[in-house]
């Protein structure tokens, strides 16, 4: 079974996936090309003219009505047989031509496609019919071009259970759940899971197991994206509950949202197994940090000097180095011996500073 999901009104080919309306004309998208849907209601679609070898064949709205619910109508037509290039299948004032796909062992496959408006509702029907010698059989196929909305429930009770069951499809499909819209996929084998949005924007996750039970996930985190939790300042001090402390263990950034506005709190890279790290600057250079300790599950807040960690000297490149203490000048006829003690203290204080290497 076919599934188109779109009505497309374009001067422009759409996705093949679509219904397109081109100039008054419905087509859809068979075997790599766009396929006009049966005729124009009367008498003037398809790409016959009075050249071909067209059978005729007219039924009553009561058949073509039985013939859309699914069932056959068999019209006996004698000397008929599976040479025609197309069959005029005529309801009243309404026609429409069924194209040839296939012929075998002397009989023939005649298909159409028609859309049509039920209760405001486009649906889509395909109509078969097969002749072979005086007899042409006619059936129906309906071809969803919506997609269905599985209606699930929240729970593990034996009720909601065997509703959920009776209503999960193996794979992808568009959800219903606890006043939301969504996506969800799902295997016998291995259950599945529930992406929802509601009403006001937000989204909600769901994990689907194999029973039918399904319950919220408040741990999941969406993949490719940063992962940012905001906390109120009340909350820094006191233990966290066992969601928001796992949300926190694992998030990259926290936003504590105060009496002055949110502040942005990004984790450090020297966090360890025991506690975790997140800091902010401060406008006079100093860092505010929060401390996540794991065994309690308390955040707690300070505020640090940011250290300057100079790199050594060397005799090609600049370093940090120290000042050293303070050498008063010599007096023009100080003596030998104080000038060498000077001298030495000096060169002392400059190898300690790293001014002076080896």
């Keep these: 079974m076919s599934t188109i999901r779109t009505l497309k ?105 028609i859309l049509m408006n039920e209760r405001g509702v486009p649906t889509l029907n395909q109509i078969q019919a097969i002749v072979s010698p005086g007899v042409v059989s006619f059936t129906g196929e309906y071809i969803d071009i919506t997609p269905k909305i599985v209606n699930l429930e ?34 016998p084998s291995t259950g599945g899971f529930a992406n929802v949005t509601t009403a006001y924007g937000n989204e909600v996750f769901y994990d689907i197991n194999i029973d039918g039970s399904i319950v919220k996930n408040e741990e999941y985190i969406k993949p490719n994206e940063p992962y940012t939790i905001q906390l109120e300042s009340t909350q820094i001090g006191t233990p966290l509950d ?62 640090v000097d940011q250290e300057c960690t100079l790199p050594a000297a060397t005799k090609t490149s600049l370093g940090g180095v120290m000042a050293g203490t303070n050498i008063a000048d010599l007096a023009a006829d100080t003596d030998l011996a104080t000038v060498i003690g000077t001298v030495n203290g000096l060169l002392a204080q400059l190898r300690a500073s790293g001014v002076l290497i080896s």
């Design 9 to 113: 009104v374009s001067q422009n080919e759409p996705d093949t996936n679509s219904i397109w309306l081109y100039k008054g004309t419905m087509k859809y998208f068979n075997n790599g090309v766009w396929t006009t849907i049966g005729g124009s209601g009367n008498g003037e679609g398809g790409n016959h003219d009075v050249n071909d070898n067209i059978l005729e064949v007219s039924i009553t709205e009561d058949q073509y009505v039985n013939i859309l619910g699914g069932n056959s109508e068999t019209v006996n037509i004698e000397g008929i047989n599976s040479d025609y290039e197309a069959i005029m299948l005529k309801i009243g004032e309404y026609s429409y031509y069924l194209d040839k796909n296939i012929k075998t062992n002397g009989t023939a496959m005649y298909t159409v496609k």
């Design 154 to 187: 929240i729970g593990d009770s034996e009720s909601v259970k065997t509703y959920n069951l009776e209503q999960l499809v193996s794979g992808f499909f568009f959800t219903k759940l606890d006043y939301g819209y969504g996506v969800g996929t799902w295997q």
């Design 242 to 303: 066992a969601i928001t402390a796992s949300h926190v263990s694992k998030c990259g950034e926290i936003i504590i949202d105060g009496p002055t506005g949110p502040v942005t709190y990004t984790r450090s890279v020297d966090s360890t197994s025991s506690a975790v790290y997140f800091t902010s600057n401060k406008k006079n250079g100093t860092l505010q940090v929060l401390t996540y300790n794991i065994a309690n599950s308390t955040l707690t807040a300070s505020v």
